[in-house]
């Protein structure tokens, strides 16, 4: 379904990435590990568009990702919820909601907004407030929540466990499962929770100084 080859990606003088090869699987969940500074979110952002690689191929469906605006990659149904969440703290949940259905009409955003509220009853229930005087676990279920609102094929989850209380850490991993079992999205999800990471996924990579070091069933 999504297939990167020799993927290259740079900063500058800094290379990021070296020459990566990922194959995702329709209906998988597949986690990306390793330690800081190994690539990872430097792997979901070239899929998404918001960092054009220097080289290599990443294609979703059989059509070429790179260079594409982020926007487009978006409406092809590629959903990012980048690490540290940045909902839009100023403005209340329900239009951070709207804020992910942008590209959809009132319809698909309302059923949208329904839809997500259902998976999260906590946003349901906070519509109205501020998305900034959230819980960190609520934002995070919210960042989770905007994705989804356009039922995206493929979800790009980066660090959902960053920050937030084992007990909702827990939370957000088991709605995951139920998102990823009733609407059959496919989860690439980048963890430094490995053992998280590894009760949910059935494949995975392990990244290390932007090569890919390890993969297999978890
Ligand atoms: P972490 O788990 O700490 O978020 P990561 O695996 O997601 O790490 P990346 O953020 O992709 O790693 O970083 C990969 C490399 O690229 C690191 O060496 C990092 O310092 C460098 N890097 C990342 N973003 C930038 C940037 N905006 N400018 C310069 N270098 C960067």
Known sequence: MLEIKSL????G??????????????????????GNGAGKTTL???ISGLLKPKSGEITF?????????????????????????????SLTVRENLI???YLGTRHQIN?????????????????DQQGGTLSGGEQQMLAIARALVLTPK??????????????????????????HNQEKTTIVLVEQDADLALDVCQYAYVLETG???????S
């Open 111 to 127: 059923t949208g907004i329904e839809k997500v509220c259902a998976y999260f009853p906590i946003l349901a229930e906070k519509l």
């Open 154 to 179: 493929i979800l790009l989850l980066d660090e959902p466990s960053m920050g937030v209380a084992p007990v909702i850490k827990d939370q957000i991993f088991e709605k995951l499962l139920a998102i």
């Open 8 to 11: 290259v990606a740079a900063y």
């Open 61 to 89: 469906a059989e059509k070429s990702l790179v260079g594409k605006e982020p926007e487009k990659i978006v409406a092809l149904g590629l959903s990012h919820v980048p690490e540290g969440r940045l909902i839009f703290p």
């Open 13 to 34: 003088e800094i290379t990021a990435l070296h020459g990566l090869d990922l194959s995702i699987k329709k209906d998988s969940i597949v986690a990306i590990l390793g």
């Open 99 to 101: 804020m992910g259905g």
């Open 44 to 46: 979901l952002k070239c």
């Open 211 to 217: 090569r890919s070091v390890l993969e297999g069933t």
